[in-house]
């Protein structure tokens, strides 16, 4: 089963989601593939940052695929994805709420600024 989405948040914030699901026969629930991708419209998109497990950086010796990739003001990837590991894999509500931190530190000023 795959869920996906976009939540739209102020100033332009927004989260892309996607998740693909397995559901054993016990109606237990398993997520095998995930992307929560954050980011902003002001001018343009600019990518804020993005947590998946879509591969595994083997150049980076990282033990398994689960990663979060950072990017800079101007959109652009900030250095190499960092291992966050199988047992630092954040939920939908803990990736909310680091955007809106993001939003609160600096987010608000980037919108303000592009006015």
């Not at 397995?22 to 398993?30: A, E, F, G, L, S």
């Amino acid at each position: 089963m795959v869920v996906e989405g976009r939540i739209l948040g102020i100033g332009g914030v927004y989260l892309d989601s996607r998740e693909i699901l397995d559901i054993n026969d016990r109606t237990q629930v398993r997520t095998l593939r995930y992307s929560y991708h954050a980011g902003i419209k002001l001018a343009r998109d600019g990518a804020i940052f993005r947590y998946d497990n879509a591969h595994r950086y083997e150049r980076e010796h990282q033990p398994d695929e689960h990663h979060k990739h950072l990017f800079d003001a101007s959109g652009k990837e900030a250095g190499p994805p960092l291992w966050i590991g199988r047992d630092s894999c954040p939920t939908l509500e803990e990736v909310l709420a680091e955007l809106e931190e993001w939003w609160s530190e600096t987010g608000w000023f980037l919108a303000e600024s592009d006015q």
